[in-house]
């Protein structure tokens, strides 16, 4: 739908549109004319980097940001050291705030030596008023601060930056706009994420996405649908359907529908060869969406189905909803559908209260599912979230039953990637092997990682490899036949 704007024929004299995304559209154009005019005073066109901290939600929304960037006119490097730069920040551990403090710090060091500098904060971090404070305070370089439910507006409030001085500062509370059709600047031609939903209705005790990312909304199937397709037809063959909670999609359309139905709507798309999603909240997780994963061609044989303790106490403390027995009995019940498929998680250790006895719940859960792989985090303290106010444990405590977990986690996992040595399977190709250039390296429909000898013209495709040798969490291997 975004085909039908044509920034060079929208005329700037009148003013811009209330409705979106037209008004947005306006805005590009503007943003396009000023360019014309750096480029006519510097001689070159201006320079702009898009960084992205965190989940693959922030991915996706920094190729939405690069793609208003892109074509408004800007040249998208990956260098810092750049005309534009904006920092797409992540919040759901304090060391991702650190670190985009830290590297502020060298951002104004390039600012001192480019008079053209800009620099924006958009994202998660945005949304908690302290983090304003502190750099309206500490950082006072900055030029442009947003947060998630505006980011709609990137175009507009980049014209506002590029015509004023200051700092220029709009965070939203909260928002129950979806603006669809905006331009996106895809990181991968042949993958693509797709949000189906946005915000978080669980408040899980130790989180802060719920007051960042707001309420639950989900995008209509039809809209959904027709951005798949599009990316089909523009050469996407894999999709990734993100959501904080994807199996709670659809209960707050006007025509309520099911995960699991939106998944076979989307199998019916032509073109599209594997379909992925997260995350998978397993208090949630039906008996419909197991049985149409089963059914499924083009799902790919991989859930990640986020843990984070494996004490029924602990888990209770979260707010998680499930118990330990509950959480093995559905693990169990995949795995007795879908037997090749690869389960992943995500683990908690040191929550306020837990004891070495509540780690080796933990620890008895992952030898009993065998995770393929997990991602096992520190807790860090959110401020303002319930867990935040409880007694915390003390670092030394943490830190052993942390690298416990890793352990185990580490031992099940090799077994599991393991399983499938020696056979013959499909990988789509995704880049070259960034040691070693004579290898491509591809992902297996289970998410493992294989490299294997072959030309860069392979990219994007599917190929069968033979599994020779597996590496722990990936194999080596040797490509058989070409697919596709
Ligand atoms: N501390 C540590 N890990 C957290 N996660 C979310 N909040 C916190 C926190 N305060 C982890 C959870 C979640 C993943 C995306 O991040 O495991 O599933
Ligand atoms: Fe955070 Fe829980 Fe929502 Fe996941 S489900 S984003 S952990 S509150």
Redesign the pocket.
């Known amino acids: 739908m975004y085909n039908e704007f044509h920034l060079d024929k929208i005329d700037l004299r009148k003013q811009p549109p209330q409705e979106e995304p037209a008004r947005q559209y306006y805005f590009m154009a503007k943003c396009q004319e000023w360019i014309k005019a750096f480029k006519q005073k510097n001689g070159r066109l201006p320079k702009a980097c898009v960084t992205t901290f965190g989940?693959q939600m922030n991915a996706r929304d920094s190729e939405k940001l690069a793609g208003i960037l892109e074509s408004v006119g800007y040249e998208i490097i990956e260098e810092e050291n750049a005309d534009f730069v904006i920092y797409n920040t992540c919040t759901?551990?304090d060391n991702a705030n650190q670190k985009v403090y830290g590297r502020l710090g060298v951002l104004n060091g390039y600012k001192k030596k480019n008079p053209h500098m800009k620099i924006a904060l958009c994202g998660c971090m945005m949304q908690e008023p302290a983090v304003i404070e502190k750099i309206k305070a500490s950082y006072p370089f900055v030029d442009l601060i947003f947060g998630t439910h505006n980011i709609f507006k990137f175009a507009e409030l980049l014209t506002t930056l590029l015509e004023s001085r200051g700092m220029v500062i709009d965070v939203w509370e909260d928002t129950n706009r979806i603006v669809e059709d905006l331009p996106v600047e895809r990181k991968y031609a042949f993958k693509s994420g797709i949000n189906i939903m946005f915000g978080c209705n669980n408040f899980?005790s130790?989180?802060?996405?719920p007051y960042v990312r707001g309420r639950e909304r989900s995008r209509s199937p039809k809209d959904i649908i027709s951005e798949i397709k599009r990316l089909v037809a523009d050469g996407v063959v894999e999709v990734m359907l993100l959501g904080q909670n994807v199996n709670s999609y659809g209960k707050n359309l006007k025509e309520p529908i099911t995960f699991a139905r939106l998944l076979r709507e989307i199998e019916k798309i032509e073109g599209l060869r594997r379909i992925r999603f997260m995350?998978s909240h397993p208090k949630d997780l039906s008996d419909e969406l197991i049985q149409v994963m089963k059914d499924s061609k083009k799902i790919c044989r991989h859930l990640h189905l986020?843990l984070?303790s494996g004490s029924t106490r602990i888990l209770e403390a979260m707010n998680r909803r499930y118990t330990k027995e509950q959480y093995l009995e559905l693990a169990a019940r995949i795995r007795k559908e879908i037997p090749d498929i690869a389960i992943t998680t995500?683990?908690?250790v040191g929550f306020p209260g837990e004891t070495p006895e509540d780690v080796e719940e933990t620890i008895d859960v992952i030898k009993q599912v065998k995770y393929d792989n997990a991602?096992t985090?520190?807790?860090?303290?959110?401020t303002g979230?319930p867990?935040a106010a409880m007694e915390q444990v003390p670092e030394a405590v943490v830190k052993a039953g942390f690298d416990k977990v890793l352990k185990t986690v580490q031992n099940t996992a090799r077994e599991q990637v393991a399983r499938y040595q020696g056979s013959v399977c499909e990988v789509l190709v995704e880049e070259s092997n960034e040691n070693d250039a004579s290898l491509m390296t591809g992902r297996m429909s289970n998410n493992t990682l294989v490299h294997f000898p072959g030309d860069a013209d392979l990219v994007g495709r599917l190929v069968m490899v033979s599994l020779d040798e597996c590496h722990g969490f990936y194999y080596m291997g040797h490509m058989v036949t070409n697919i596709s």
């Open positions: 989940c759901v551990r899980c130790y989180c802060i996405v995350t986020p984070q995500d683990i908690i991602f985090f520190i807790y860090s303290k959110r979230t867990a």
